[in-house]
């Protein structure tokens, strides 16, 4: 009996000691897991429905309403910060550990930045001045875009140019053939225009800063050596029409449409 008793406490003695063993590798492959989850943060992130809702929809006016486009159409994420760059608001914050990742406050309101692999996602916790957002915004890792972010000495004025030339090449960029005529305009990636009057250059507004003055249009941006003229632009699929604005901006600070519109069919390239 004295040796059954014996043999009894070994045997609990091995699982036991069985058991903290894998429980012990078990603790370090999370760890392990967790900080590979980690280091896959750093990089570029792109607000998915700004970019995406903008090249998919072919409209700019009304996705840079969005309150968090202001201050994070993109991120930047390094190892202790986050840098966050908007439309009128850039930045950097301390990057925390764990499922939130950072807290950024623009124009009264607190946003929450959340790890949820293989997304960010990003909500308003309170505001100052109005209702709290109740919008789940989406962040996914766009390394195709860290060229929006290189180089950015004057970090405004250069990121400024980079959206506008990515809306150039995204929403623009192509070849369209007058609506009853055989003439051909060609708006190309840097944003050299021809066929188009006497136009030579154009430009997508990408509705940065703060001075908005085209009531919520899209606007495009067409000029020479002399002239600067603004027309508003939308897509029916791959039809593109243009209506002339006119404006006193210097006096109401607005932009009204003309009576003159032209219709562009879009021409795919053999």
Not at 129 to 148: A, F, H, I, Q
Not at 150 to 162: A, F, I, Y
Not at 181 to 192: A, P, R, Y
């Amino acid at each position: 009996m004295k040796h059954l008793l014996i043999s009894f406490s070994v045997f609990v003695l091995i699982v036991s000691c069985s058991t903290t063993s894998n429980e012990n590798v078990t603790s370090e492959k999370i760890e392990i897991d967790t900080l590979l989850a980690v280091s896959e943060l750093e990089g570029t992130w792109a607000l998915s429905s700004y970019f995406d809702s903008i090249v998919t929809h072919k409209e700019v006016a009304r996705y840079r309403l969005q309150s968090c486009a202001w201050f994070g159409i993109l991120l930047n994420i390094r190892k202790d910060s986050i840098e966050n760059y908007g439309s009128i608001n850039d930045g950097i914050v301390s990057r925390k550990d764990g499922d939130t990742l950072a807290y950024f406050s623009s124009i009264g309101g607190t946003y929450a930045l959340l790890n949820k692999s293989p997304q960010l996602h990003l909500f308003e916790v309170k505001n100052e001045y109005r209702e709290v957002d109740t919008t789940l915004y989406v962040y996914e890792k766009r390394p195709d875009l860290d060229y929006l972010l290189d180089s950015l000495e004057d970090k405004r004025m250069k990121l400024d140019k980079n959206i506008t030339r990515y809306f150039n090449q995204k929403l623009m960029t192509g070849k369209y053939l007058f609506n009853r005529s055989l003439d051909t305009v060609v708006f190309k990636e840097n944003g050299i225009v021809s066929g188009f009057r006497n136009y030579t250059n154009y430009s997508v507004r990408n509705y940065f800063g703060t001075s908005h003055p085209f009531n919520e249009m899209d606007v495009l941006v067409c000029s020479n050596n002399s002239i600067t003229d603004y027309w508003s632009w939308k897509f029916e699929q791959d039809v593109l029409i243009l209506t002339k604005l006119k404006g006193d901006f210097y006096k109401t600070d607005k932009y009204w449409p003309l009576e003159e519109t032209l219709i562009l069919n879009s021409l795919q390239d053999e």
